[in-house]
């Protein structure tokens, strides 16, 4: 692991959970993670979340490990590009996975076998009812389901179609597999689920060597089991698949039976999270793309100026729990303002420029001052920034008929400029005809600098750049992407 683990993580109920596992000899003492994305779009806050929890605890545990496994099930939505953004974004974070990345795809062969030993086991059938009726079978929350017509068919005939479904003998949506579990359970996932589909549809992993495809909720255990992960760590609405995960571990008895622990997914106001929403944006045009600023992605909090110790400091600071957790933007902000407070360097830059005329300084004086590029950390070092005759400052700043509380420049009052001089304002200069403001005119006071005037208070500090030596940026300005 690149990061040291933060001795200021709280001990949330999961870490709670693996520390008695670990005092218990349980998983003979060891910690295996995964963070497990579908690589059908980039990463977002969310996922963050979800990888400070199981980097985060592979990281403080001696011996842990975090696997990093693409959960690729279904090749219609899923792409390179996606892939090597994840680990760019993983990287970035501050994480490094465990050996290699791992694929769901590897395991496919294996996978396949289980399934042929659940219908010997008499534990699946292949069913050929249609989608829409296998909807109309599987009952509602208060009604239980109805057997499928196929679910008795003798164990030979559904292994002879099953094989025949991966040769790729059928149509797409004809025939699934469907494990045999119990079709009045008052769980819904527990009524015949699916556990493999036809998709005639090549695989960036597998090319074109499979036609029928795991469904997530029979591959995501048995991809556990396999890597031997000890907690597999998920968002709340895979809770109420938890007793099929169970299921399918116990009917395929492999060797190692990871826990699955549920916890609550991260939802920030004003934004969207969901990977479908956020490509319709991308796919749309709304935005310039999976990495445009106003993005809750990885890559667009990166392009934002975010760092990766803020992103880290966010999801220390909303915790892990079972509650529902809708934060508000607000608090990601402290938390990049605070990293960017210790780690920035300071410089000045006006946004809406308003003039202001020293006049009593010289056309062709400069005068030279030192500006220190942090204000509590000596270390950052200074810089020199020269005073003309003509400065901006921020429109903002100035208020001629001052709200009560204005602590900035007005008519006839003293401001400090930073790093420099007290100025107080004399005149101010208007275009005849509009009423405009063209410039303010201003004294300076040269007696001032790192000292308040003789008997008098200045309290407003304000920035400001010389008009003749500053320089033009580009600026950004991003607010949120959703009202
Ligand atoms: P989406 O709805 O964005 O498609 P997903 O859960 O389908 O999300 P995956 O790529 O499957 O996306 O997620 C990988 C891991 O990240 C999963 O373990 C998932 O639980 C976790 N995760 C995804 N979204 C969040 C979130 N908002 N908060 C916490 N964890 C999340
Ligand atoms: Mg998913």
């Known amino acids: 692991m690149t990061e040291q683990a933060n001795p200021n993580q709280p001990v949330d109920f999961i870490r709670q959970i693996v520390a008695d596992n670990l005092k218990n000899g349980v998983n003979d003492g060891q910690v295996v993670t995964r963070f497990p994305p579908e690589p059908n779009g980039y990463l977002h806050i969310g996922h963050a979340k979800s990888i400070c929890l199981n980097f ?8 842990g490990r975090c696997h990093l496994r693409y ?35 590897e395991y496919f062969e294996q996978l396949y076998q289980w399934a042929e030993g659940l219908i010997k086991g008499g534990k699946a059938f292949v069913c050929q009812l249609s989608a829409e009726e296998m909807r109309a079978y599987r009952g509602t929350l208060t009604e239980p389901g109805r057997h499928s017509p196929y679910r008795d068919r003798p164990m030979e005939e559904s292994l002879d179609l099953f094989r025949r479904m991966r040769k790729g003998e059928f149509a797409e949506g004809s025939h699934v597999l469907r494990a045999k579990i119990d079709m009045a359970s008052p ?65 395929t008895q492999p060797k190692y039976r990871p826990r699955q622990i549920e916890f609550a997914r991260l939802q920030l106001e004003n934004t969207v999270m ?29 392009r934002r100026g975010y760092s990766p110790a803020a992103i880290r400091e966010f999801c220390r600071r909303i915790g892990i729990a079972r509650s529902d957790n809708r934060v508000e933007m607000a608090l990601l902000e402290d938390c990049v303002r605070d990293d960017l407070d210790r780690s920035s360097r300071r410089v000045l830059a006006v946004l809406r420029p308003l003039k202001v005329i020293l006049d009593n300084v010289a056309e062709d004086q400069t005068i030279q001052l030192e500006a220190a590029y942090h204000p509590k950390d000596a270390g950052f070092g200074s810089r020199t920034v020269s005073l003309t005759r003509e400065i901006w400052i921020e429109q903002e700043d100035f208020q001629e008929v001052p709200q009560p509380g204005f602590k900035r420049l007005i008519p006839g009052g003293e401001v400090r400029l930073r790093h420099a001089y007290v100025i107080r304002c004399h005149r101010v200069e208007k275009d005849p005809a509009t009423g405009e403001i063209i410039a303010l005119h201003a004294t300076c006071d040269l007696d001032t600098l790192g000292k308040n005037p003789e008997g008098r208070k200045v309290s407003g500090v304000i920035h400001w750049v010389s008009a003749s030596r500053a320089m033009g940026v580009e600026v950004r300005l991003y607010d949120r992407l959703f009202s």
């Open 56 to 63: 985060g605890i592979a990281q403080e545990n001696a011996g």
């Open 71 to 105: 959960d690729d099930t279904n090749p219609l939505k899923e792409d390179m590009e996606y892939i090597n953004s994840i680990e760019e974004d993983v990287r970035w974070l501050g994480f490094q996975w465990y050996d290699r990345p791992y694929f769901a795809s």
């Open 187 to 251: 769980n819904i996932n527990m009524r015949d689920p699916i556990l493999y589909r036809i998709r005639h549809t090549s695989h960036h992993q597998t090319g074109d060597a499979w036609c029928i495809y795991p469904t997530y909720d029979y591959a995501h255990p048995l991809s556990d089991a396999i890597e031997g992960i000890t907690h597999s760590l998920c968002t709340l609405e895979f809770e109420d698949h938890r007793p099929f995960y169970d299921w399918v571990l116990e009917q």
């Open 274 to 302: 969901s990977k479908r929403k956020l490509n319709e944006l991308v796919r749309t045009g709304a935005v310039a793309g999976w990495d445009d600023p106003r993005m809750p992605t990885i890559a667009g909090m990166r």
